[in-house]
């Protein structure tokens, strides 16, 4: 059975004990149970809808910075967000912002050429050099 429970974890991408506690759970209050409640804490001042055109805008426009989407969400929406807010949300939707990623002015276009060529040649240089 631990086994199994485990697996199960695994494929959820949750811990044993919390599968162990569902099963127990449901063993002594039924399937109905298990149905997603509510879980507290203020609603969203975004909708669902703004929130995917959100997505899209972030997902057309390149270097945007968390000042950006700030911006955008402040003036599009009618929304007042903190900064550190905005970041969850971003974070959210699937995109990876740790910090605001600065724009510079003087990006060469062929950026991501340049990118892919330094780290071929870093691959390189550890594979060569692997005791380092």
């Known amino acids: 059975m631990k086994k199994i429970l485990d697996d199960a974890a695994n494929i959820l991408g949750k ?8 099963i127990k759970t449901c063993e002594s209050e039924g399937l109905e149970c298990l149905k997603t409640s509510f879980g507290g804490g203020r609603p969203s001042k ?3 809808n703004q929130l995917k055109e959100l997505d899209k805008i972030i997902e057309k426009t390149p270097n945007m ?28 939707l699937g995109y990876n912002y740790s910090k605001a990623y600065p724009k510079f002015s003087k990006t060469p276009e ?15 240089i550890k594979r060569h050099y692997s005791f380092i």
């Open 15 to 22: 811990s044993y004990q919390t599968v162990h506690r569902w």
């Open 46 to 48: 975004l909708t669902y």
């Open 65 to 92: 910075s968390m000042k950006d989407v700030h911006t955008i969400v402040n003036e599009k929406f009618n929304v007042n967000y903190s900064l550190k807010q905005i970041g969850k949300i971003v974070r959210k």
């Open 110 to 124: 062929n950026t991501e050429e340049q990118l892919k060529k330094l780290k071929r040649t870093q691959h390189n």
